[in-house]
């Protein structure tokens, strides 16, 4: 069981890794249609908006997802204990899925953002 949750997780890290490697591709998407959109009366435009508007709820639902993880962890403590198993919290795998937990948000806005900024004409 613990080689089951071994492989998913490192899937599941491999993934989030992965997506995020796309970041400095989105950047470079994204940064002309920013500089294009400053030209105008407002400074902020759609794409700025929408960048700084992603962020922020990337780094409130990390910080959630985060939290709640760990919640998890400390309430499976004395079960873990009891049942002879080395607490997640005390081994790393609590960090560990709190990472991933907290990376995740980030990781699917930034896909997203590559996907719909490769199809779209201007970027």
């Given amino acids: 069981m ?13 993934t989030i890794a ?9 950047a470079a998407m994204r940064l002309p249609l920013m500089a294009s959109e400053s030209r ?18 990337a780094i409130a639902e990390g910080i959630l997802a985060a939290q709640m993880s760990m919640i998890q962890s400390a309430w499976r403590f004395w079960p873990e204990v009891l049942s ?16 991933n937990a907290a990376l995740k948000p980030a990781s699917r806005r930034v896909k997203a953002n590559f996907k719909r900024l490769a199809r779209s004409p201007q970027g």
């Fill in 18 to 26: 992965g997506n995020l490697m796309l970041a400095p591709m989105v």
């Fill in 2 to 14: 613990t080689k089951r949750r071994s492989r998913r997780a490192t899937r599941e890290t491999a």
């Fill in 84 to 99: 002879g198993r080395t607490p997640s919290v005390l081994n790393g795998v609590a960090a560990e899925r709190s990472m």
């Fill in 40 to 57: 105008g009366d407002n400074p902020f435009g759609i794409e700025t908006q929408r960048a700084i508007a992603e962020k922020n709820a």
